[in-house]
């Protein structure tokens, strides 16, 4: 059974003339314990809509999602979730911040503190454990996003865009850095973007979403070693595969 | 923010001077050249009428400062106990912002000083009547501003949340919608707490009040003695007590918000 299975799942969003927009239609994907998906395609195909809804901040129209065979619905503790915009609280430090889903738990503050103390170990950032966020850089804070994230175990750790709005030197180190601590904490990944080459880098498997309404075109398994050379011809040839499949399914509509 | 520590000379030296100056030539313009107490006592004048109203045998400024704190501190009170949850309910639930903000905009227009009538029918000459006007002058800004902060709550914020674990209203109000709002809201609460200063000497010059003690009460008894050196004297304590408020509850409210809220972005 896979850990995380979208079924049939169909999103509209309704709209002032009465006829709804469709978002997704009928999108079926099965993820597997401790997989790195990645979910790319074009601007306005729905796939941050399709990780919305999977982490319940969205309704789904019609289909299921099963987690662990459970239907899911609304948000919960067990899908961790990375937004692209800063969403680190600005009044609470970066410890306090990690352990803010332990706090949730009514976990008493010492406790919660020494609990969130390891993920700030995993993502390197001991030293600014009481500084606020508006004294991190921009990749220092998406590493306390991830940290806070994981720190509250979820089964599955949704990523929308996350390295998004950082340089592209900071980006390729947030890339290795998340590989790191994918492999370390033997998360299962699912990783909005719409860098192709990003996916290329991460994916055990990157899933082509096509725009209006957003399908699922193909699913391509990458089976290149890691840690890839952006620059070796087999990724050049794999991310050249992709964009013309992308570009495909852009000319066929 | 300026730099203390080199600048100690400018900060304390240059103000004290400017002060000293104005008081120079205030008391020469008093004494040489208006020369009439009643159109303008001099330095002096007001200096003798403090002393006399605070330490004299007859003077009340003791007892009107104690009074007219506990108007304002009454008014401050309720206030903030109706401002604050009005504006966060209407800051967070639509359908209550809805339905309440008609009535908050026709009333909030309202001089807080048109309701002494009401207020003396209604508290009769209590220290209610006067904290009441207080409160009128005091809650709509700190209604505006809890709404405001509320409303402008980063959706990012509350997504993060939900998605931890904080999905109920009570703890997204809570744990997000207070810490994110409280900039705007002491904004607020400093913006009502000098409208209701100023509220208060109306009302209870306006007689809102027991009609015996209270820095507006006794300025306008002062007045009608003539004893113009000392409702100079009200006037500066008015002016001195209504800045130290709002340096106490700066100091406050910095302490607590100053380490994360200086660059927020």
């Known amino acids: ?253 | 923010m300026r730099i203390l520590k080199n600048n100690t000379y400018r900060n304390i030296l240059i103000p004290l001077a400017t002060v000293a100056a104005f008081i120079i030539i205030w008391q020469i313009i008093a004494v040489y050249v208006v020369g009439n107490m009643f159109k303008l006592p001099s330095f002096t004048d007001v200096f003798a009428a403090f002393m006399r109203d605070m330490f004299g045998a007859r003077g009340t400024l003791p007892q009107d400062i104690v009074i007219s704190l506990y108007h304002f501190a009454l008014g401050m009170a309720a206030a903030l106990a109706i401002g604050i949850p009005t504006g966060v309910a209407m800051g967070w639930f639509r359908d209550i912002d809805i339905a309440l903000n008609p009535i908050v905009e026709v009333i909030r227009p309202i001089p807080p000083l048109a309701w002494i009538p009401f207020a003396i029918i209604w508290f009769g000459l209590t220290h209610a009547a006067a904290a009441f006007i207080i409160f009128v002058g005091a809650v709509f800004p700190i209604i505006i501003n809890t709404y405001t902060g509320f409303r402008n709550v980063p959706k990012v914020f509350i997504e993060a949340a939900k998605v931890l674990g904080c999905t109920k209203p009570v703890c997204l109000i809570r744990k997000i919608g207070f810490p994110s709002a409280i900039p705007s809201m002491t904004a607020g609460i400093r913006v009502s707490m000098g409208i209701g200063w100023m509220c208060l000497v109306g009302a209870e010059i306006f007689g809102a009040g027991t009609g015996k003690f209270g820095l507006g009460k006794n300025l306008w008894t002062y007045y009608n003695l003539h004893q113009m050196d000392s409702v100079v004297v009200y006037m500066l304590v008015l002016g001195i007590i209504g800045i130290s408020i709002d340096i106490l509850f700066r100091h406050f409210v910095d302490k607590q918000t100053v380490k994360w809220q200086n660059s927020k972005d």
């Open chain 1, 1 to 253: 059974m896979p850990l995380l299975s979208i079924q049939k799942v169909t999103k509209k969003f309704p709209r002032e003339d009465g006829k709804p927009t469709v978002a997704l239609r009928d999108v079926y994907l099965d993820i597997e314990e401790k997989e790195f998906i990645c979910i790319v395609g074009s601007s306005g195909c729905g796939k941050t809509t399709l990780l919305r809804i999977i982490a319940g901040l969205e309704t789904i129209t019609e289909g299921t999602i099963l987690l662990n065979g459970v239907p899911v619905s609304g948000t919960d503790t067990d899908r961790g979730m990375v937004f692209q915009e800063y969403s680190l609280f600005p009044w609470k430090s970066v410890i306090d911040n990690i352990a803010f889903g332990l706090e949730m738990r009514g976990i008493p503050k010492a406790e919660r503190r020494e609990m969130a103390e390891k993920y700030l170990e995993i993502i390197h950032l001991e030293q600014f454990r009481d500084s606020f966020p508006h004294e991190l850089s921009g990749g220092m804070r998406q590493r306390v996003a991830i940290a806070r994230a994981l720190a509250n175990q979820p089964k599955v750790l949704l990523m929308d865009e996350p390295f998004g709005a950082l340089d592209a030197q900071t980006r390729n180190m947030m890339q290795r850095e998340l590989l790191e601590i994918w492999k370390e904490t033997q998360k299962t990944i699912i990783f909005v973007t719409h860098s192709v080459d990003e996916a290329v880098f991460l994916a055990d498997k990157i899933v082509i979403l096509t725009p209006r309404p957003g399908k699922i075109e193909e699913v391509i398994p990458i089976t290149l070693p890691r840690l890839r050379d952006r620059t070796a011809p087999e990724f050049a040839e794999v991310r050249k595969y992709i964009l013309q499949k992308m570009e495909e399914s852009a000319q066929t509509r």
